[in-house]
C-alpha cells in the first residue's frame, strides 16, 4: 500500500513569511496527526483530526499555526507569519481510526523540513 | 502527568555486542506501549508494539522489548547489532481509545565496527 505522502520535502523561508505542508494519508485511515519535531527532541503532537473534525488541537499555537482536513482525506498546516523557533520537521502520521489495534498504530510520512532565517 | 523519559541521549555499541535501550513512561490508563526508530532524513518506522498479553513482544529486524509494569518500563533490546541499526530510537505511549502518541526524546544509537 502507498505510505503517507508529504511534500515539500524541505523548504525555507525568512521569518515572518508564510508556509503550508500538505499531506495524504494512507487511503482509508480516518485519524490524521501532525507532529513538529524540533532538532534533538521527540515528535510533539500539534494536531489530531477524526475524519474532518478535529479531536485534539491543544498544543496547536493557534496564533500562527491553522490546520484543515477537507472532505476526511488530505491535510494542510499552515505557518503564518513564520518565527525562528518554527524551525522543525513537520511529520504526518495516519491511523485507522478508533476502536480495535490498529487505531493507536501511526504511520508516518517522511515529514517536511523547515527552516526559518 | 503523561510523559516518556528515554534516560540515555547517546549510546555506541561495538557491532555484534547486544544493546538495551530504556524507556520509562508515566500515563494514567492502561498504556499502549511502541518503539519507532528514525533514520536520518527519514519519517519514523514502527519496530514493535505492546497492548497486552505476553509482556515480551518481537518485532521487526530482530528487535525485542518487555513491558515491566511495576517498574513502568518498556526497554528495547536486541542480541547482536548491526552497523545498519545506527539511528534514532524513540519510545511513545498511547492510550486505548485512539488518543495520539506522547514521544520521548529519543536516543541516538551508533555502531562502531
Known amino acids: 500500500e502507498a505510505g503517507v505522502a508529504q511534500s515539500p520535502r524541505y523548504k525555507i523561508i525568512e521569518k515572518r513569511q508564510s508556509v503550508a505542508f500538505w499531506c495524504n494519508p494512507i487511503s482509508g485511515h480516518a485519524t490524521l496527526y501532525w507532529y513538529q519535531q524540533i532538532l534533538g527532541q521527540g515528535p510533539k503532537l500539534l494536531i489530531q483530526?477524526?475524519?474532518?473534525?478535529?479531536?485534539?488541537d491543544s498544543q496547536l499555537p493557534k496564533d500562527r499555526f491553522s490546520a484543515e482536513r477537507l472532505k476526511g482525506v488530505d491535510s494542510t498546516l499552515k505557518i503564518q507569519p513564520a518565527k525562528l523557533e518554527d524551525s522543525a520537521v513537520y511529520l504526518c502520521?495516519?491511523?485507522?481510526?478508533?476502536?480495535?489495534?490498529?487505531?493507536?498504530?501511526?504511520?508516518f510520512g517522511a515529514g517536511s523540513r523547515l527552516t526559518v532565517l | 502527568a503523561q510523559s516518556v523519559t528515554q534516560p540515555d541521549i547517546h549510546i555506541t555499541v561495538s557491532e555484534g555486542a547486544s544493546l538495551e535501550l530504556r524507556c520509562n513512561y508515566s500515563?494514567?490508563?492502561?498504556?499502549?506501549l511502541f518503539w519507532y526508530v528514525q533514520s536520518p532524513g527519514q519519517g519514523l518506522q514502527l519496530l514493535l508494539k505492546?497492548?497486552?498479553?505476553?509482556?515480551l513482544v518481537q518485532g521487526i529486524k530482530g528487535f525485542e522489548a518487555e513491558f515491566k509494569r511495576s517498574q513502568s518500563s518498556f526497554n528495547l533490546r536486541k542480541p547482536s547489532v548491526h552497523w545498519s541499526d545506527a539511528a534514532e530510537y524513540f519510545c511513545?505511549?498511547?492510550?486505548?481509545?485512539?488518543?495520539?502518541?506522547?514521544f520521548g526524546k529519543g536516543t541516538t544509537l551508533s555502531v562502531s565496527s
Open positions: 502520521a495516519s491511523s485507522l481510526g478508533p476502536g480495535g489495534s490498529g487505531a493507536n498504530v501511526l504511520t
Open positions: 511513545a505511549v498511547g492510550g486505548s481509545a485512539g488518543t495520539a502518541l506522547i
Open positions: 500515563y494514567g490508563a492502561t498504556p499502549y
Open positions: 505492546y497492548f497486552s498479553g505476553d509482556t
Open positions: 483530526f477524526q475524519n474532518n473534525g478535529v479531536v485534539d
